[in-house]
């Protein structure tokens, strides 16, 4: 059974047009990140919450934003999209309690027209 | 530098080869490593993980870690065309709020039948 669980799994807005896209996990985990991965590239970190400390890393774009309203829900909003930000997100929730496997669900593939 | 190294391939073998990946580091703080697959399109799958030094062996695969070389491995061995991935290693320096997973760049890999 998926534990983390993106949706949709594909997705197209228009050049300017705010998107959100949805991260929901069956793990109860503390951590859950946002990572943009463009093609044969490293997933890139956006953010982070460890529970609901909220962890931006510098280089992200004040076009991306994030929210975390409960546990096991996790919601990336990208207010304008531009063609750059065409790329796959990936979702990934982590425990705590000594158990720190990361699990990533399958994406969202964002193409921007 | 980067803090994660992993030679990007592409990497082509035989079926039923012994296949060996790798990445170093430079962070000494790490201590949580992970091995993931990552099929075309998909998101990653966690294949391996380890705390600090040694090996773990599961089925077909063994993940090494040496952190006095900051050196990990991850060996496939009877490799099958289906093994024929990316495959991202990713390092974790203990469990805090600040702590977030670093990616190696990914090797791809190719099996040949």
């Known amino acids: 059974d998926a534990m983390v669980i993106q949706n949709p799994r594909y997705q197209v807005t228009q050049f300017g047009k705010p998107v959100t896209l949805s991260c929901s996990q069956t793990?109860?985990?503390?951590?859950m990140y946002w990572y943009q991965q463009k093609s044969s590239q490293a997933p890139k970190l956006l953010f982070h919450?460890?529970?609901?400390?909220?962890?931006n890393e510098a280089d992200t774009p004040d076009n991306f934003q994030s929210r975390r309203p409960n546990t096991s829900f996790c919601f990336l909003d990208i207010r304008s999209p531009g063609l750059g930000d065409a790329a796959m997100y990936l979702c990934?929730?982590?425990?705590?309690?000594?158990?720190?496997?990361?699990?990533f669900g399958q994406g969202t593939r964002l193409t921007v027209v | 530098q980067k803090e994660v190294e992993q030679d990007p391939g592409p990497l082509s073998v035989p079926e039923g080869a012994i296949v060996s990946l790798n990445c170093t580091y430079s962070?000494?703080?790490?201590?949580?490593f992970m091995w993931y697959r990552q099929y075309s399109r998909k998101g990653p799958e966690l294949l391996m993980y380890?705390?600090?030094?040694g090996n773990k062996e599961d089925g077909r695969f063994t993940a090494q870690v040496d952190k006095s070389s900051k050196y990990i491995s991850l060996f496939i061995r009877d490799s099958q065309p289906s093994d024929s991935a990316t495959y991202l290693c990713?390092?974790?320096?203990?469990?805090?709020?600040?702590?977030?997973?670093?990616f190696g760049s990914g090797t791809r890999l190719s099996i040949r039948p």
């Open positions: 990934a929730a982590q425990g705590g309690g000594g158990y720190t496997e990361a699990f």
């Open positions: 793990l109860n985990h503390n951590v």
């Open positions: 919450y460890y529970d609901k400390d909220f962890n």
């Open positions: 962070n000494s703080a790490f201590q949580y």
């Open positions: 380890t705390y600090s030094s």
């Open positions: 990713a390092m974790l320096p203990g469990y805090s709020s600040a702590s977030k997973i670093i």
